[in-house]
């Protein structure tokens, strides 16, 4: 400061202090403890105060798609604050002013962040298989999904319907924690189908393959041998021959049968039993035999098969 008359002039030196808003804070704003319903940012403080010390933060949150701004706090003192009540899988973004005794800064925007767990759902498992069954209870086991998505899994949830049925049930109470159920309150000759979901953290899976449908019942055993085939026809290549059904069915129902030929008569040594249709079994309790050797013996049998797989 300079001074002057004619007398000549004075000079004084000072110091001014130049007031103003704070510049913006400083970032980048840094999200973390990411989960569905909130988060946690944090960010610096402005490199320029504006003369004046930073009185508090002002914290603000939109929708990405709306734009349209929320305030969460205008009186944040710290560089870090928690975020709740956010919607699942909604595409938020957050701004910070700085505030001083001078004014409120530019906002420092940050990068668009979904209210996610930083992980996925478990792929589905693989399509269940049967462990045992009676008239009285169903049992099914499954293996682990091929990958967790990024989470350990938490449980697994069962559900069922009747075959004929399209509306899925759940077969339990709360989750499972093992790879196997027995369920008891199924009804005795009754066709189940099943299928199984994997949970972790981030929510649950695709549902499983169906299973194959399940017939509750008894496990069976072999059924008895046909009735003794008996010669309907023949010429000097072929055969034709009839048959009757097993007296007993081994406590499920018979589905089929397979007819087996051998060369010559003796059973000893080396046997080799021929099936003498291309399918697995023939439902008819009938069969045509053709391309045989003329003047060449053979021997026939007729086995069963029932709805449980046991054959006779």
């Given at each position: 400061i300079i001074v002057k008359n004619p007398a000549g002039q004075a000079e004084v030196k000072t110091e001014v202090a130049v007031l103003a808003k704070p510049d913006m804070p400083a970032g980048p704003v840094r999200v973390t403890d990411i989960h569905p319903e909130g988060c946690v940012i944090a960010w610096e403080p402005p490199d320029d105060t504006g003369g004046a010390p930073i009185t508090n933060f002002i914290v603000e949150r939109c929708e990405a798609k709306s734009q349209e701004w929320m305030l969460l706090s205008k009186a944040v003192r710290s560089t870090r604050q928690k975020i709740t009540r956010l919607t699942p899988g909604m595409v938020y973004q957050f701004r910070i002013f700085a505030q001083t005794m001078h004014g409120i800064s530019v906002p420092l925007v940050s990068e668009p962040t979904e209210a996610r767990y930083p992980f996925d759902p478990p792929a589905p498992p693989p399509k269940p298989t049967l462990k045992d069954k009676s008239r009285h209870h169903l049992a099914i086991q499954w293996q682990v999904p091929e990958t967790d998505g990024g989470s350990p899994i938490t449980g697994y949830i069962v559900e069922r319907k009747e075959r004929t049925a399209v509306r899925w049930e759940k077969a339990h109470r709360g989750v499972i924690e093992e790879l196997q159920l027995r369920m008891s309150d199924v009804w005795d000759k009754e066709e189940y189908q099943c299928r199984v979901i994997a949970e972790n953290m981030a929510g649950k899976s695709k549902p499983s393959p169906a299973s194959e449908p399940i017939i509750v019942r008894d496990p069976s055993t072999k059924p008895s041998p046909p009735e003794m085939p008996e010669v309907t026809d023949k010429t000097k290549t072929s055969i034709s021959m009839r048959w009757g059904p097993p007296e007993r069915d081994g406590g499920s129902r018979i589905v089929g049968y397979v007819v087996e030929m051998m060369?010559?008569?003796?059973?000893?040594?080396?046997?080799?039993?021929?099936?003498?249709?291309?399918?697995?079994?023939?439902?008819?309790?009938?069969?045509?035999?053709?391309?045989?050797?003329?003047?060449?013996?053979?021997?026939?049998?007729v086995r069963a098969i029932n709805e449980g797989g046991s054959v006779g």
């Open positions: 060369e010559g008569v003796s059973t000893e040594g080396d046997v080799v039993w021929l099936k003498c249709h291309q399918t697995t079994m023939i439902r008819a309790m009938e069969l045509d035999i053709t391309e045989l050797k003329e003047e060449q013996p053979y021997r026939i049998r």
